[in-house]
């Protein structure tokens, strides 16, 4: 499975953006695929995972409420909306997915890794 991020660059805060994972090599209708984010300094954390068999979401205490996963199975391809961005939202987001549906563990890393997308927030 290859993945691809995309959608990051310069938000101001308060600001929203439409991050993209696409997916090539598998279909994703059974996987589960997160979204995680690495800011300078910092360890790398989860944001959010969906399981695209059912649709079951998980979300990071950090991101509930301002952040919406989703899948699109006929496009192969799983979004994350964030809204209201904060600077603290500042990192590299990585997309990643499992071949089976989210655990409750997801927040610990999945086995297939895209590379990153750059996320700024900054006036």
């Known amino acids: 499975v290859q993945l691809q991020a995309s959608g990051g660059g310069l938000v101001q805060p308060g600001g929203s953006l439409r991050l993209s994972c696409a997916a090539s090599g598998v279909k994703l209708d059974y996987y589960g695929v997160g979204w995680f984010r690495q800011a300078p300094g910092k360890q790398r954390g989860g944001v959010a995972c969906?399981?695209?068999?059912?649709?079951?979401?998980f979300y990071a205490r950090s991101v509930k409420g301002r952040a919406t996963i989703s899948g699109d199975k006929a496009k192969n391809t799983v979004y994350l909306e964030m809204m209201n961005l904060k600077p603290e939202d500042t990192a590299t987001y990585y997309c990643?997915?499992?071949?089976?549906?989210?655990?409750?563990?997801?927040?610990?890393?999945?086995?297939?890794w895209g590379k990153g997308t750059l996320v700024t927030v900054s006036s």
């Open positions: 990643a997915s499992d071949p089976y549906p989210c655990t409750g563990n997801w927040y610990l890393g999945l086995d297939h």
């Open positions: 969906i399981s695209l068999s059912s649709g079951e979401t």
